[in-house]
T-cell receptor
């Protein structure tokens, strides 16, 4: 069974631009969560989607947004990029929502560099 | 509110030696606890999780962790380190029930010396 896939794997953008990252969950998984990973802050939760609805949200500014499609694929968007947005963005999927009770499977991440 | 503290951002052990990675948690309700491993250029992989059943949890690759409520700890151990264990390890906590978020620790990089 194919794992979680994320595209692109690497991305370089300039301050002020916007970026869209994509995540395809494991077949049959309907919940997708997004995380930002940086050396100083570790993993920080961005948001979780289930059945095309945002179920949970972390403490990030409104520049960070996401959505989920009917096939469970998810995208996250970051507008007006800042240098501090440089990070590894990880996507995780699970069968059902509720990260505490349902095992999450992580993708390899998208490495975003903002210059 | 919930939080996780991982003691030691870098840990070095000799091949064949005991691995001990420390994790203390804070949670206002009974927690779920997790250990994840991340190899370079990869996502996280679940090693083991505690969900209020047995306090000693066995995971993959020979790792285990013991839930100690009195010490609010969930330390990860492995009797004998292998070179392939070199990676970054994350402890995480979640409140049980509902759409609860998982909070991750800052991570501990394990170096295995031959």
């Amino acid at each position: 069974k194919a794992g979680v896939t994320q595209t692109p794997r690497y991305l370089i953008k300039t301050r002020g631009q916007q970026v869209t990252l994509s995540c395809s969950p494991i077949s049959g998984h309907r919940s997708v969560s997004w995380y930002q990973q940086t050396p100083g802050q570790g993993l920080q939760f961005l948001f979780e989607y289930f059945s095309e609805t945002q179920r949970n949200k972390g403490n990030f500014p409104g520049r960070f947004s996401g959505r989920q499609f009917s096939n469970s694929r998810s995208e996250m968007n970051v507008s007006t990029l800042e240098l501090g947005d440089s990070a590894l963005y990880l996507c995780a999927s699970s069968r059902f929502p509720g990260q505490g009770t349902n095992e999450q499977y992580f993708g390899p991440g998208t490495r975003l560099t903002v210059t | 509110a919930q939080s996780v503290t991982q003691l030691g951002s870098h840990v070095s052990v000799s091949e064949g030696a005991l691995v001990l990675l420390r994790c203390n948690y804070s949670s206002s309700v009974p927690p779920y606890l997790f250990w994840y491993v991340q190899y370079p250029n990869q996502g996280l992989q679940l090693l083991l999780k505690y969900t209020s059943a047995a306090t000693l949890v066995k995971g993959i690759n020979g790792f285990e962790a013991e839930f100690k409520k009195s010490e609010t700890s969930f330390h990860l151990t492995k009797p004998s380190a292998h070179m392939s264990d070199a990676a970054e390890y994350f402890c995480a906590v979640s409140s049980s029930g509902g759409y609860q978020k998982v909070t991750f620790g800052i991570g501990t990089k394990l170096q295995v010396i031959p």
